[in-house]
């Protein structure tokens, strides 16, 4: 009653929850790494290969520079994951310690995963997209209209693109990023694809099936997104 009702108390158990579960999920996940060791190394390979086309395509633009110093990317291991509940989380390890703080946004090599939401010395919990509270501004690629992305609360594969302008043409295979309005996520990292589209001509806004790019059921490596302009950022914020 104490922990359900008092909000410090409440983020100590939290805390101290994180770091015991922590130190087993690790562990284990050690154990699994190991066990699945070939598949990890082509993975990484195939992203080292990647990265190495990207640097030889790299410029000195202005952009790139600006991009460079706002964000900062911090690697992490995905130790625990759900992805069959209504409200999922993940656990990582790295946590204060590492620099991590709440309402960080997480990513992976093939897209969003979700942001911080607790923080413990050497772990940290992650609001998982597939999580009824999670909510992600995006970009249609395409027509650059901005829509919100949630998860449809039903398979861990697809969301739901909420408030789009009925007038706009959309088709199966559009792809949306985010629109970096967040401070939380840099602008164009991938969330999804249409599979459906679901078109009301009595309604103002319209929605769609979403098929993240993101593999929830096989994450294993992510980075936390830390904006280092965000505090300011935030300051500037006007409030109604």
Not at 42 to 52: C, G, H, Q, S
Not at 84 to 111: F, Q, S
Not at 127 to 144: A, K, P, W
């Amino acid at each position: 009653m104490i922990v359900n009702s008092l909000p410090y108390q409440s983020r100590k158990m939290v805390s101290v929850s994180n770091r015991i579960a922590g130190r087993w999920y690790r562990t284990m996940a050690n154990w699994n790494d190991y066990m699945n060791l070939k598949t990890q190394n082509e993975i990484l390979a195939e992203n080292n290969a990647m990265l190495m086309n990207q640097l030889e395509n790299v410029t000195a633009s202005s952009d790139s520079l600006i991009i460079n110093e706002i964000y900062t990317f911090m690697p992490a291991h995905v130790i625990k994951n759900t992805i069959n509940k209504t409200n999922n989380y993940i656990l990582i390890d790295k946590g204060a310690a590492d620099g991590i703080e709440p309402d960080l946004g997480v990513i992976c090599d093939n897209g969003v995963v979700g942001k911080v939401v607790n923080v413990s010395t050497h772990f940290a919990s992650v609001m998982s997209l597939l999580n009824s509270y999670s909510v992600v501004s995006c970009r249609f690629i395409d027509n650059q209209y901005i829509a919100n992305v949630v998860w449809d609360n039903m398979n861990y594969q697809y969301g739901v693109v909420q408030d789009i302008p009925s007038h706009l043409v959309i088709n199966k295979g559009d792809t949306l990023v985010t629109s970096g309005y967040s401070n939380m996520f840099p602008p164009d990292v991938k969330v999804g694809v249409v599979e459906e589209y679901y078109y009301d001509e009595n309604e103002m806004f319209s929605k769609a099936k979403l098929k993240f790019l993101t593999n929830f059921s096989t994450l294993r490596h992510v980075y936390v997104v830390k904006n280092n302009y965000k505090a300011e950022l935030d300051s500037l914020c006007i409030t109604h």
